[in-house]
């Protein structure tokens, strides 16, 4: 009675009959399964991982002792790092055949070896309409990139929007250091050290731009799941980057507000 | 006897014969008799079954037909000779491959809730790797003669198989590769000089093009293992884990060389391209704090972690 909720499929397999031939191939991910589950549910199936990654070798440069000044070559760096990395990744998903790429990270990776040297990675799992819908790619006919999860993905549709890119901004800055007399005048002092917050303020508005700018590029009505890191990749103590990320979004054609139902509230009660 | 022995446990004449049993038939690929017999007892039903399972597990599962029979192992502890890298694709194969016939002894169809295991007893170079899960039987079904191997609770497992999809075993890839010297694909002595240049002390930003293409491609190499081992099982590979490492080695007056090492490991599925996914998904919002986003994404409104917070003085 029970096992009519198994599909025929399942239950050769089951048995120990092997599926013959699948005319896709070997489909590779990272997906969770529940991912996996609410990816399908959208319509679509994972067709690959894809991965691009970038070694790169950062230079030197120097600021002033004293200055609030963005290290261009380093921002530069760091995003130009980043963006072969997922270039290369989006390269993948091409050949593969990839509407889009969905659950991205992107990661920075110190090579033991030498602190110059970092590691970029991308890795997301490249998915095509099971339909053959063309409607989803990205921005000129390549796959989308998005750095959200399958339940992210499902929800973005159901909200009834659709990824474009992943839009990143970068911007390194060396934080100006107090002379010795600024030091002295604030001994004893609650007061704000303004040319700290400025710089903070400088850095996170280049970022943040940086990333807007990459997005309207991009065609995108917003961004969504954009957030701000704020790291120092082992450079001197007056050294920051801020570095903005986020998947660029447009609204799915004929899909209105009304059709999205309202989220029901619940209380689980088994954990 | 030397006297230092003389009070150690001594291996009963039986604890013997039974070591040369597991000698016999790890070398002949097969399962030795005592275990055979636990296992047939546990298929007829003549001893309890032994699950994983919790209740809510037990519940679905036989909701759906299915009952547990045994736990099942399988075990391999491998030494590392000629590839580190490569001996876990075969130490994981060995494992898989008696995990299997266990279950096939155990007359099931699956194995569920496999966990890979290993644990951290470095005797050389070497480690175990181990699989351990709960052989069911879909009580419909004949015995299957290739037990399915996934490594999903049973819970999910009767979710996925409703959903068409079959976990069917774990899938590896491993590679690795030297830059320089060792020979092999990236051969020559000199291989690896383009590297020492680009992260030279004047060298500017750039990208490591050599050692990057060099890394790629052992990447890739271990991704095609993987689908090739992949796909003696089913047609597809998902919650891929992975592992990979650059290292690198100085030498003498040449310039030095890398190591790269990459390793894949996933679970197997079988599923038709587009299966229909029956169940609806409704959104819901759960009123339970720790399910918020804000607890999900950790304490974000906490700025007084650590040192700022708790110094004496800080007023």
Same mark, same amino acid.
């Not at chain 1, 889009?100 to 030498?114: A, H, Q, S, Y």
């Not at chain 2, 990057?212 to 689908?227: C, N, P, Q, V």
């Given at each position: 009675?029970?096992?009519?909720?198994?599909?025929?499929?399942?239950?050769?397999?089951?048995?120990?009959?092997?599926? #013959?031939?699948? &005319?896709?191939?070997?489909?590779?991910?990272?997906?969770?399964?529940?991912?996996?589950?609410?990816?399908?549910? %959208?319509?679509?199936? &994972?067709?690959?991982?894809?991965?691009?990654?970038?070694? +790169?070798?950062?230079?030197?440069?120097? %600021?002033?002792?004293?200055?609030?000044?963005?290290?261009?070559?380093?921002?530069?760096?760091?995003?130009?790092?980043?963006?072969?990395?997922?270039?290369?990744?989006?390269?993948? %998903?091409?050949?593969?055949?990839?509407?889009?790429?969905?659950?991205?990270?992107?990661?920075?990776?110190?090579?033991?070896?030498?602190?110059?040297?970092?590691?970029?990675?991308?890795?997301?799992?490249?998915?095509?309409?099971?339909?053959?819908? #063309?409607?989803?790619?990205? &921005?000129?006919? #390549?796959?989308?990139?998005?750095?959200?999860?399958? #339940?992210?993905?499902?929800?973005?549709?159901?909200?009834? +929007?659709? &990824?474009?890119?992943?839009?990143?901004?970068?911007?390194? +800055?060396?934080?100006?250091?107090?002379?010795?007399?600024?030091?002295?005048?604030?001994?004893?002092?609650?007061?704000?050290?303004?040319?700290?917050?400025?710089?903070?303020?400088?850095?996170?508005?280049?970022?943040?731009?940086?990333?807007?700018?990459?997005?309207?590029?991009?065609?995108?009505?917003?961004?969504?799941?954009?957030?701000?890191?704020?790291?120092? =990749?082992?450079?001197?103590? =007056?050294?920051?980057?801020?570095?903005?990320?986020?998947?660029?979004?447009?609204?799915?054609?004929?899909?209105?507000?009304?059709?999205?139902?309202?989220?029901?509230?619940?209380?689980?009660?088994?954990? | 006897?030397?006297?230092?022995?003389?009070?150690?446990?001594?291996?009963? *004449?039986?604890?013997?014969?039974?070591?040369?049993?597991?000698?016999?038939?790890?070398?002949?690929?097969?399962?030795?008799?005592?275990? /055979?017999?636990?296992?047939?007892?546990?298929?007829?039903?003549?001893?309890?079954?032994?699950?994983?399972?919790?209740?809510?597990?037990?519940?679905?599962?036989?909701?759906?037909?299915?009952?547990?029979?045994?736990?099942?192992?399988?075990?391999?502890?491998?030494?590392?000779?000629?590839?580190?890298?490569?001996?876990?694709?075969?130490?994981?194969?060995?494992?898989?491959?008696?995990?299997?016939?266990?279950?096939?002894?155990?007359?099931?169809?699956?194995?569920?809730?496999? $966990?890979?295991?290993?644990?951290?007893?470095?005797?050389?170079?070497?480690?175990? @790797?181990?699989? /351990?899960?709960?052989?069911?039987?879909?009580?419909?079904?004949?015995?299957?003669?290739?037990?399915?191997?996934?490594?999903?609770?049973?819970?999910? @497992?009767? $979710?996925?198989?409703?959903?068409?999809?079959?976990?069917?075993?774990?899938? !590896?890839?491993?590679?690795?590769?030297?830059?320089?010297?060792?020979?092999?694909?990236?051969?020559?002595?000199?291989?690896?000089?383009?590297?020492?240049?680009?992260?030279?002390?004047?060298?500017?930003? $750039?990208?490591?093009?050599?050692?990057?293409? @060099?890394?790629?491609?052992?990447?890739?190499?271990?991704?095609?293992?993987?689908?090739?081992?992949?796909?003696?099982?089913?047609?597809? !590979?998902?919650?891929?884990?992975? @592992?990979?490492?650059?290292?690198?080695?100085?030498?003498?007056?040449?310039?030095?060389?890398? /190591?790269?090492?990459?390793? !894949?490991?996933?679970?197997?599925?079988?599923?038709?391209?587009?299966?229909?996914?029956?169940?609806?998904?409704?959104?819901?919002?759960?009123?339970?704090?720790?399910?918020?986003?804000? *607890? *999900?994404?950790?304490?974000?409104?906490? !700025?007084?972690?650590?040192? /700022?917070?708790?110094?004496?003085?800080?007023?």
């Amino acid at each position: 009675m029970a096992e009519q909720h198994i599909p025929q499929h399942a239950l050769e397999r089951l048995k120990g009959l092997r599926s #013959q031939g699948h &005319p896709g191939g070997i489909f590779t991910s990272d997906f969770s399964v529940n991912e996996f589950l609410l990816v399908r549910k %959208a319509g679509f199936e &994972p067709i690959g991982l894809c991965v691009g990654s970038c070694i +790169y070798h950062l230079g030197f440069q120097f %600021a002033g002792w004293g200055s609030n000044v963005e290290l261009e070559q380093l921002s530069l760096a760091m995003y130009e790092a980043r963006a072969l990395a997922m270039e290369r990744m989006r390269l993948e %998903a091409q050949n593969m055949g990839a509407d889009g790429i969905v659950g991205v990270r992107l990661t920075v990776k110190r090579l033991e070896w030498d602190s110059k040297v970092l590691e970029f990675v991308a890795i997301g799992t490249g998915i095509t309409h099971a339909k053959g819908h #063309q409607g989803f790619k990205g &921005p000129n006919g #390549q796959p989308f990139t998005s750095a959200l999860s399958g #339940q992210d993905f499902w929800t973005l549709l159901s909200a009834g +929007y659709r &990824p474009l890119e992943m839009v990143m901004g970068s911007c390194v +800055y060396h934080v100006a250091r107090r002379g010795p007399f600024a030091t002295l005048g604030s001994v004893g002092q609650n007061v704000e050290l303004s040319n700290f917050s400025l710089a903070l303020y400088e850095a996170r508005e280049i970022a943040m731009e940086r990333m807007q700018v990459e997005a309207s590029k991009a065609g995108a009505e917003g961004v969504v799941g954009a957030d701000l890191h704020e790291g120092s =990749h082992n450079w001197s103590s =007056h050294v920051i980057e801020f570095f903005a990320i986020g998947t660029a979004v447009l609204p799915i054609e004929g899909h209105e507000a009304d059709d999205i139902p309202d989220p029901k509230l619940v209380l689980s009660v088994n954990s | 006897m030397p006297w230092s022995s003389r009070n150690a446990p001594s291996q009963s *004449a039986e604890a013997q014969a039974r070591d040369r049993d597991w000698e016999a038939a790890l070398q002949q690929g097969r399962l030795p008799d005592p275990v /055979l017999e636990r296992l047939a007892d546990a298929r007829a039903g003549r001893t309890p079954w032994v699950a994983t399972m919790t209740p809510a597990e037990l519940l679905t599962i036989r909701s759906h037909g299915c009952r547990p029979i045994a736990t099942v192992a399988g075990t391999c502890w491998y030494n590392f000779g000629w590839s580190w890298t490569e001996g876990h694709a075969e130490g994981w194969a060995y494992a898989l491959d008696r995990i299997r016939q266990e279950a096939y002894a155990a007359g099931a169809n699956a194995v569920v809730d496999v $966990q890979m295991r290993t644990i951290r007893h470095q005797i050389g170079s070497s480690m175990d @790797f181990t699989l /351990l899960g709960t052989a069911i039987r879909v009580e419909a079904l004949p015995p299957s003669t290739d037990p399915v191997i996934a490594t999903v609770p049973a819970l999910e @497992f009767v $979710q996925l198989l409703e959903m068409g999809i079959v976990p069917t075993g774990i899938a !590896v890839g491993a590679r690795y590769e030297w830059l320089g010297g060792y020979g092999n694909n990236w051969g020559n002595n000199w291989a690896g000089q383009t590297t020492q240049w680009q992260t030279g002390v004047f060298a500017g930003n $750039q990208p490591l093009t050599e050692l990057g293409t @060099f890394w790629e491609s052992i990447r890739r190499d271990a991704h095609a293992d993987l689908r090739r081992h992949a796909a003696t099982m089913g047609n597809g !590979v998902l919650a891929h884990t992975h @592992f990979g490492q650059i290292i690198k080695r100085e030498r003498d007056k040449q310039p030095p060389a890398y /190591l790269g090492r990459h390793i !894949v490991i996933g679970t197997v599925v079988d599923t038709p391209f587009g299966a229909d996914v029956p169940h609806g998904i409704e959104p819901v919002i759960d009123m339970r704090d720790d399910a918020t986003l804000s *607890a *999900a994404r950790g304490h974000r409104h906490n !700025v007084y972690s650590g040192e /700022l917070g708790e110094g004496e003085g800080a007023i």
